[in-house]
C-alpha cells in the first residue's frame, strides 16, 4: 500500500521537478559515462581475451635473419613453452592499381598445410588459400576496406624486388592486428599500410628462405612466467640474428588495445567522480531548501507521532527518487554511447566481432556510488529535518540574522542600490549555500575544460609532430641497409628538392635493469627534415656519439641525462656498448631514441649504412615521383606525411570529434543544471519577499535583477575557480591517460578557458532567462496570506 | 444596499467626520470568480461602491465574504471576472500588467496581516525602497516618524517586535504618499496594546495625509474609528454604515 507520506513524496517532486530533474540529468551524465566506460572496457576485455583464445595467440614474439626449420624443436624443448609456430615476415611494397602513391606492408607466411598452431587467423570474406597457393593471398580487413579490395581482385607486390600479381583470395583479421600499423607508428595509416599472408612455400622461394624461418612466436604453457623464455630464446638465436624476442607487453597491437583500456578506466574514474560531485552538491542545495520550506511539515508530522527515523526516511526517498531516475537514464544513455562508441572502436581494433556488452558490475557501481553521493549530499539536510525539535519548528523560521554585508562595512555601501544590498546580504546570510553554489558552478565550469584540453593536445601533437618535427613530405624505407651512396640515387628521381638518409637500428637499451627494445633512429648531423626537438621547442642538435631520448623512454629505463645506457645491437654485427645519454627531447608519439647518424653506424661497427631517406618533394612532380618510386626496387616501405594526415583527419580525428563531443555534451548539461538549478531555488526561498516587491509596485524586471543581481555575484568567482579546477581535472585526467603509445601534452589555451566561461555564462543567462519567466506566475495574493 | 447613520460613540473625545471628498473608487457590479466550472468559486458577486478621497472605511464581514478579495481588486493585485471598476478615470478591469505596476507604485500602499517587510533590509531601507522608486515620496525618515519609529532606524526586521514590524509596513505604505492605502487585517496577528499603536498611526496617516483609507478587519469595535463601515456577506455589499464621528483610537476597548 502506498502510505500518505509517499503521496506527498510524489506531490512535492512534481512541485520541483525543474530542480529534481536537473540533479538526476546531472547524475545520469556520471552514470552514463561510468556505465559506457567500464561497458566498453568490459567489451574490449572480453572480446580480446576471447579471440585471443579461439585464434591462439602467442605470448613470445621474435624476429630473426635466418634459422633453418630444425630449430623450431630447439625452441620448442624450452621450459615453459607449450607450442611454437615458425613462419617468415617480410617488408614488402604494393602496387595498387588506383593508389597513386606506394603502398607498403608486411607479407606474412601460413603453413603450407592446415592452418598456424598460433596466431590463427580469422576469415571475414572469400575463402583460405588454396592447398598450393600460387599466386593467391589474404588481405588484412584495414588495408582491405580502406583500398576497397574484395576477394577476387588482383594486387601487385613487390616480392624481394620482383613485382608479382596476386589474387586476393579471403579478407582476414589476425589477433596479432587487432591494431593494424606500421610498426613503431602510433597512428594507423590503413591506405597505405597493410598485412599479407602468403602460403609458406610461396614466400620462402620469392625471398630465397626455403627451409627457413624468420619470425616466431610462442605459447607458454599454463602458468609460466615469460621473462625466462624470452632470455632463452634470446640465447639460442643470437646465432641467427634474433632480434630480441618480446613478450605480450610489448606487442605493438596488444599495448595499443590495453593503452586504450587504460584510457576508458581514467575517464570511467575521472569524469563520474566529478558530476557525481556535482549532483551530490545539487540535491543537497534542492533538500535543503525543501526541508527549510517545510519546517512547519515536519513540525506537524512530529506533533502526530512521526519518529525522527521516519522523517529523516521519508526526505531520503526524494534523494532515492531523484538517484532513480538518474540511474535508470544514466544506464540507457551509457548503453546507448557504448553502442554507438563500439561502431567507432571498428576504425581502430579489428576484432572478429566487438558486441557491447553491458558491465553489470558497472550497473552495481553505479547504483552504489550515485546512491552515495545522493545519501552523502542530502545527509545534513534530512538530518536537520530529522533533528527540527516540533515546538520550534511550529513557529516560522527563526529570525533570520541580517547584517550590512562585508562590502557595505567596507564603506562603499553607500553608493549601492537597495536591490543590491537585497542580494548580497542574502548571500552572506547563507556563505554555506553560496559556497556550495560557487562550488557547482566552479565543477561545471572545471568540467567544460576537459574536453577542449584533450582535443587541443591531440591538435598540438599532430601539428608537432607534422610540422615541427617532420619537415619531410614523406620517408622512404629501405629493403636491408644500404650503401650511403643510395641517395644519389634517390636524388635522381624527378622532383626530388632534398633528400636526406636516416639509419634505423634495432637495439636492446638497458639502464640497469630496465630493457627496452626499439629501433635508434640515426640522423644525419644539421638535418633539415627528421629534427628532433626538447622541451622548450629547439631543435636539438644530436651531439656526436651520445644519445637523445624521448622523455617517455628515460622514464621507461628510469635514465637520466648523463647516465651510460648499454646498448646491445639485435643486428649486424651485434655490438654490445655504453653510450651516453646527452639530452631529452620532445617527442608525443611515445618511446623513441635519437642518435646521429655516423656516430650510430661507427658502434655498429657499420660503414656510411643507411636504411631509408626522407624527402622534400617540389608538389608539381609530385605524381611523376611516386610514379618512379614504384620502379626503385630496393624501397620496402613509403609514408607519406599527407596521406597519413588525411587518414588521421577521416578516421582518428573523427572519432576523437565525437567523443570530445559527447563529453562537451554532457558538461553542458551539467553547467545548465547546476545553474538552474541554482536560480530555481533562490525564487522558491524567495517567492514571498520577491511577490511582496511586486505587489508594492516593483516590476519584473526589478524584481528579476534582484535574482540576477544574486546570480550574478555567484557566477563570477566560480569562474576562476572553476578555471583552477579545470586545469586541475585535466592535469590529474591527462596524467592518467598518459600511457607508451599515446602521450598527450596538457594545452590549456585561453580559447578554452574562454569557453568554459562562455558556456557556463550562456547557461546562467538562459537558465535566468528561464527562472525570470516564471516571475511571471508570481503568485501575488498567496504571499499576502500566511506563510506557508 | 442599506444605508444608516449612526451619532453613538460620537460623545466626548469625538473626531469629526471627514468632509466627503472627490470619488475616487467606483466600483459597480464587480464579480470575481476563482475557478471554473465544478469548482468555480464565486468570491464576489456584484459589489457597488464607492470610496471618496480623505475618508477611512472599515471593511467587516464573516470570514469568506469577500474581503480580501475586495482589496486585492480594488488594490491592482487582481483583476476583477466582469464588472466595471475604476480609479478616477484608469479602468482597472483592463489594465494592462505594466499600468497595474505603475498604479500601485504610485498611487496605492499596502498593508498585510503579515507585513512582509524584506528580512535582509533595515527599517529605513525597508522604506527607502519604495522611496526610490516613486515619484513625490516623504524622506524615509520622516515617514518612519510619522508611526514612531524615528529611533528605530537601522534595525533589521528580525530585531523588531510584530508590532514594530507593522509600523514599518505602514511606514512603507504610506512613504510615497499614495492616495489610497489599503490594509488587510493589519492588528490581526498583534496583541491589543500594539494593535492600537498600529491603528493609531493609519489613522494618523489619513488625518494629517488625508489618504484614502480601508481597513479589514473581523473586531467590529474597530469600526468606530471609521467614516464608514461597509458589510459584505456572500460577496455582496450588505450595508453600509455611516458614522457621524470618528471614535479616537485610543477609546477603542475590545
Ligand atoms: N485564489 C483563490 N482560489 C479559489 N478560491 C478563493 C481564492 N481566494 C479566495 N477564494 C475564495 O473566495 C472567497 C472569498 O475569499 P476572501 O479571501 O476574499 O474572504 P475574506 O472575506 O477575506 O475572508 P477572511 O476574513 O477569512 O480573510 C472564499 O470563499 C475563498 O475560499
Ligand atoms: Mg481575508
Redesign the interface.
Known amino acids: 500500500m502506498i502510505s500518505l507520506l509517499d503521496i506527498k513524496v510524489w506531490r512535492d517532486l512534481v512541485r520541483i521537478k525543474g530542480q529534481a530533474g536537473a540533479v538526476a540529468l546531472v547524475m545520469a551524465c556520471g552514470v552514463a559515462m561510468l556505465v559506457m566506460a567500464r561497458s566498453l572496457i568490459n567489451s574490449l576485455e572480453t572480446t580480446r581475451l576471447e579471440y585471443y583464445q579461439t585464434h591462439h595467440f602467442a605470448d613470445v614474439f621474435v624476429q630473426l635473419k635466418r634459422a633453418p626449420m630444425q630449430l623450431r624443436e630447439r625452441l620448442m624443448e624450452i621450459a615453459g613453452v607449450a607450442a611454437v609456430e615458425a613462419g617468415l615476415v617480410f617488408q614488402v611494397t604494393i602496387d595498387l592499381a588506383g593508389l597513386d602513391e606506394p603502398a607498403s606492408g608486411q607479407a606474412r607466411s601460413v603453413p603450407d598445410t592446415g592452418e598456424p598452431g598460433l596466431n590463427r587467423l580469422y576469415l571475414r570474406k572469400g575463402r583460405w588459400l588454396s592447398a598450393s597457393g600460387r599466386h593467391e593471398v589474404l588481405v588484412g580487413e584495414a588495408f582491405a576496406e580502406a583500398n576497397q579490395l574484395e576477394p577476387g581482385d588482383q594486387i601487385t607486390i613487390l616480392l624481394n624486388g620482383r613485382r608479382q600479381a596476386l589474387k586476393i583470395v579471403g579478407i582476414v583479421l589476425s589477433p596479432e592486428f587487432i591494431f593494424e600499423s606500421r610498426p613503431g607508428t602510433a597512428l594507423p595509416d590503413n591506405r597505405t599500410y597493410g598485412i599479407f599472408w602468403m602460403r609458406y612455400t610461396e614466400l620462402a622461394s620469392a625471398f630465397d628462405m626455403d627451409g627457413a624461418f624468420n619470425f616466431a612466436a610462442l605459447a607458454l604453457s599454463p602458468g609460466s612466467n615469460d621473462r625466462p623464455v624470452i632470455a632463452e630464446v634470446d640465447r639460442l638465436l643470437v646465432a641467427y640474428g634474433g632480434r630480441g624476442a618480446f613478450g605480450r607487453g610489448d606487442h605493438p597491437s596488444h599495448i595499443r588495445v590495453s593503452d586504450e583500456i587504460r584510457v576508458l578506466t581514467a575517464l570511467s574514474i575521472g569524469f563520474p567522480a566529478v558530476f557525481l560531485t556535482v549532483s551530490a552538491l545539487m540535491s543537497h542545495a534542492v533538500l535543503l531548501r525543501l526541508v527549510n520550506l517545510q519546517r512547519e511539515q515536519i513540525a506537524i508530522l512530529k506533533a502526530f507521532g512521526f519518529g525522527d527515523v521516519e522523517i529523516a526516511w521519508h526526505y531520503f526517498k526524494f534523494a532515492l527518487v531523484i538517484t532513480l531516475a538518474g540511474i535508470t537514464i544514466g544506464t540507457v544513455g551509457g548503453m546507448v554511447l557504448g553502442r554507438w562508441l563500439v561502431v567507432l572502436y571498428h576504425v581502430f581494433f579489428r576484432f572478429p566481432s566487438l558486441e557491447f556488452q553491458l558491465d553489470a558490475g558497472a550497473l552495481v557501481m553505479a547504483v552504489v556510488v550515485s546512491a552515495g553521493a545522493a545519501v552523502a549530499g542530502v545527509f545534513g539536510a534530512v538530518r536537520r529535518a530529522a533533528c527540527l525539535p516540533p515546538a520550534e519548528a511550529m513557529r516560522p523560521e527563526p529570525?533570520?540574522?541580517?547584517?550590512p554585508a562585508l562590502v557595505e562595512r567596507t564603506g562603499i555601501g553607500r553608493w549601492l542600490?537597495?536591490t543590491f544590498?537585497?542580494a548580497v546580504?542574502?548571500i552572506e546570510?547563507r556563505p554555506m549555500q553560496a559556497v556550495f553554489t560557487v562550488a557547482g558552478l566552479a565543477l561545471a565550469t572545471g568540467i567544460l575544460i576537459i574536453p577542449s584540453c584533450f582535443r587541443d593536445g591531440v591538435d598540438h601533437v599532430m601539428e608537432f609532430q607534422w610540422d615541427v618535427v617532420q619537415r619531410q613530405d614523406l620517408s622512404v624505407g629501405l629493403v636491408e641497409p644500404g650503401d650511403k651512396r643510395v641517395c644519389n640515387v634517390f636524388a635522381q628521381l624527378p622532383g626530388v628538392l632534398h633528400v636526406e638518409p636516416f639509419r634505423a637500428a634495432f637495439v636492446r637499451l638497458s639502464n640497469g635493469n630496465r630493457h627496452r627494445q626499439l629501433a635508434i633512429r640515426g640522423i644525419p648531423g644539421g638535418t633539415l627534415h627528421d629534427r628532433v626537438i626538447d622541451a622548450r621547442y629547439r631543435q636539438v642538435v644530436l651531439p656526436k656519439g651520445g644519445l637523445v631520448f624521448s622523455a617517455k623512454l628515460a622514464e621507461v629505463l628510469g635514465a637520466r641525462v648523463g647516465d651510460q645506457i648499454l646498448v646491445e645491437a639485435l643486428e649486424g654485427k651485434r655490438t654490445v656498448s655504453f653510450v651516453p645519454l646527452v639530452a631529452l627531447a620532445e617527442d608525443f608519439s611515445g618511446v623513441a631514441a635519437y642518435m646521429d647518424m655516423e656516430s650510430l653506424n661507427r658502434i655498429l661497427l657499420e660503414g656510411d649504412v643507411v636504411t631509408g631517406a626522407t624527402f622534400s618533394i617540389d608538389k608539381a612532380h609530385w605524381a611523376e615521383f611516386l610514379g618512379s618510386l614504384k620502379q626503385v626496387p630496393r624501397v620496402s616501405w613509403v609514408a607519406i606525411k599527407n596521406s597519413l594526415r588525411e587518414s588521421f583527419r577521416r578516421t582518428t580525428a573523427r572519432s576523437i570529434d565525437l567523443i570530445q563531443r559527447i563529453y562537451m555534451t554532457f558538461a553542458i548539461v551539467v553547467a545548465f543544471g547546476v545553474v538552474y538549478n541554482n536560480a530555481r531555488i533562490s525564487l522558491a526561498e524567495r517567492a514571498?519577499?520577491l511577490a511582496?516587491?511586486?505587489?508594492?509596485?516593483?516590476?519584473?524586471g526589478?524584481v528579476g535583477s534582484i535574482l540576477l543581481t544574486e546570480l550574478v555575484l555567484l557566477a563570477l568567482p566560480s569562474v576562476p575557480f572553476g578555471l583552477l579546477l579545470g586545469t586541475l581535472f585535466s592535469t590529474v585526467i591527462i596524467g592518467m591517460v598518459n600511457t607508451e603509445t599515446v602521450r598527450l601534452p596538457l594545452i590549456l589555451t585561453s580559447h578554452n578557458y574562454a569557453f568554459a566561461s562562455l558556456v557556463v555564462a550562456a547557461g546562467s543567462l538562459v537558465s535566468a532567462m528561464v527562472v525570470l519567466q516564471k516571475l511571471k506566475h508570481l503568485d501575488?495574493?498567496a504571499?499576502?496570506?500566511?506563510?506557508e | 444596499m442599506a444605508v444608516e447613520s449612526s451619532h453613538e460613540g460620537s460623545g466626548c473625545g469625538g473626531v469629526k467626520r471627514t468632509e466627503v471628498g472627490t470619488q475616487v473608487f467606483r466600483v459597480r457590479g464587480l464579480t470575481k470568480v476563482y475557478g471554473h466550472g465544478e469548482t468555480a468559486v464565486r468570491a464576489l458577486s456584484g459589489v457597488d461602491l464607492d470610496l471618496y478621497a480623505g475618508e477611512l472605511v472599515v471593511l467587516l464581514g464573516p470570514s469568506g465574504s469577500g474581503k480580501?478579495t475586495l482589496l486585492?481588486n480594488i488594490g491592482g493585485?487582481?483583476v476583477p471576472t466582469s464588472g466595471e471598476l475604476w480609479f478616477h478615470d484608469l479602468d482597472l478591469t483592463n489594465a494592462t500588467?505594466?499600468e497595474l505596476?505603475?498604479y500601485?507604485?504610485?498611487r496605492?500602499?499596502?498593508v498585510?496581516?503579515?507585513y512582509?517587510?524584506?528580512?535582509?533590509?533595515t527599517a529605513r531601507?525597508n522604506v527607502?525602497?519604495?522611496t526610490?522608486?516613486?515619484r513625490d515620496p516623504m524622506p524615509a525618515e520622516e515617514a518612519l516618524e510619522m508611526v514612531n519609529l524615528g529611533g528605530r532606524l537601522d534595525h533589521?526586521p528580525?530585531?523588531m517586535s510584530g508590532g514594530e514590524q507593522q509600523r514599518v509596513a505602514i511606514a512603507?505604505?504610506i512613504a510615497k504618499r499614495p492616495e489610497v492605502l489599503l490594509c488587510?487585517e493589519p492588528t490581526g496577528a498583534l496583541d491589543v496594546r500594539t494593535g492600537i499603536a498600529v491603528l493609531e498611526a493609519i489613522e494618523r496617516i489619513n488625518r494629517e495625509l488625508g489618504t484614502l483609507t480601508v481597513i479589514i478587519t473581523h473586531n467590529a469595535v474597530m469600526a468606530e474609528m471609521a467614516d464608514r463601515v461597509i458589510h459584505l456577506s456572500d460577496g455582496r455589499v450588505h450595508h453600509i454604515h455611516v458614522n457621524s464621528t470618528r471614535a479616537p483610537v485610543s477609546s477603542l476597548n475590545w
Open positions: 529570525p533570520t540574522e541580517y547584517r542600490s537597495h544590498r537585497i546580504r542574502n546570510r514571498r519577499e511582496t516587491l511586486r505587489v508594492v509596485g516593483f516590476s519584473r526589478e501575488l495574493i504571499v499576502l496570506r500566511a506563510p | 480580501t486585492n493585485l487582481d500588467e505594466e505596476t505603475r500601485r507604485r504610485d496605492v500602499g499596502f498585510f496581516q503579515f512582509n517587510l524584506i528580512p535582509s533590509l531601507e527607502a525602497l519604495i526610490e522608486i516613486a533589521f528580525a530585531q512603507r505604505a488587510d
